[in-house]
């Protein structure tokens, strides 16, 4: 399992005349977290990129328990529970003050430069195995 | 069943370095859309706001089939299908060219202006009624 | 002298807190004004990319005299008052009901895919020449 | 004087098809440095909301020199240089690896909730005072 988890401050400009932090933020919050992972897993999204390949978003689910608002601290959770195949799954929750507000998943597939789907990059797939074998009992 | 359809020209903003349009940016379109339904419903989600009540996005849920870029026009169809009682559940289909590109759904709930549930403005449910009556035979 | 009309209506996403229009936006509309634009003189900025050029912002500025917010349908001008050299200028102002409610300006060079600054495009120039030649006694 | 420095990470969300972070975020960037610079003030932009003071934009001005990109640690500093009366204005200054990458400054005056002008509240001004205050020879 990979797991990794990031704080950030929710900005003025990412409120809504509700009062509240707009949900189409959620997307780039779940990024950032899953940017952050991917850098302690030891294959930084920037480094993937210029190596040839992109990791789209197929899926996103999100589900808004609480509301959050400007200035809020939350905490971002990333959770690669499951070794990657083709797709990797990512989940995700969001926490203020260890209550969580928010949760939600992303479903992704590589595609290299040109937008077509390719396997995932060894380096990527290595590290997985590596993160995900079996111990030793 | 209501069901509004509108378009949007891709803004070079919502672009991200990967070329297409950044997945964020599915929340704003889907509220665009939700907003007409409003609108052409004849209850426009402004006056709704005045009247005391705002209707949060409690789960919202994509598929992004396709990608799409820059300056594409897309569609957006959004559809209430059943009759709404304390959620309101809206889907939605983005099309490019009559291709469905992204699909998804985003669930509600009614709050008043202190973020309290409430029940739905009678305005709404009135008129809710009115859509879903029973054609007589 | 160029210019181009655009309309726009705000979106829910665009408000902030403070109940009006974040003025992180208006970078987005002005842009959608100055696209439209280039479709209007002929050289689509979608062509003009394809064509190895990209006319990144260099400066901005702008002026927000009056808040607009969610649904309001607003103007956005785009004018070209000079024939560009190396550089591209271009004003902004922002209608609500026929009154000015914020005005700006960007100015702009023409870049290469990899990031060097290049003359404009010929297709540019030879349009440019055209909209500015002078009219003949 | 006051003066504040923060650091941000260039989000992938931010960035736009040409590569670079899109130039409609930098007012967001210099919000944050702004609010900090509140916090460090002693007047935490929150605070002065709920005493029903808000703090709009009049004037953006922003000079972008070189372009940033995803992943890019920048650093973003707030300087309030003269001691404010009716209007307060703010300059910014936006590095990476401590070189100036873009400049720029906002203009802002005192409204109310009901978005009419008025006068700073006393715990801004007394504020103020105490940072302006001549030093004694």
Redesign the interface.
């Known amino acids: 399992m990979l797991q990794t988890k990031i704080e950030i401050r929710i900005?003025?400009?990412?409120?809504?005349?509700?009062?509240?932090a707009?949900?189409?933020?959620y997307?780039?919050w779940f990024?950032?977290a899953r940017?952050r992972m991917m850098d302690e897993f030891g294959y930084?999204?920037?480094e993937m990129?210029s190596d040839g390949f992109?990791l789209?978003?197929?899926?996103?689910?999100?589900?808004?328990q609480r509301?959050v608002?400007?200035?809020d601290i939350v905490a971002v959770e990333a959770t690669l529970r499951e070794k990657p195949s083709a797709r990797v799954r990512i989940e995700y929750r969001v926490l203020r003050e260890d209550r969580e507000v928010a949760s939600g998943s992303t479903l992704h597939a590589f595609i290299n430069t040109e937008?077509r789907p390719v396997r995932p990059p060894r380096r990527f797939s290595r590290g997985m195995e590596a993160v995900f074998a079996k111990r030793p009992d």
């Not at 900005?11 to 509240?20: K, N, S």
């Not at 789209?56 to 808004?64: A, N, S």
Request: without cysteine; proline residues 5%; glycine residues 8%.
């Open positions: 900005r003025y400009a990412e409120t809504d005349m509700m009062g509240f707009h949900h189409g933020n997307a780039a990024e950032l940017v930084p999204y920037r990129e992109h789209p978003v197929l899926e996103m689910h999100t589900r808004f509301s608002t400007f200035d937008g």
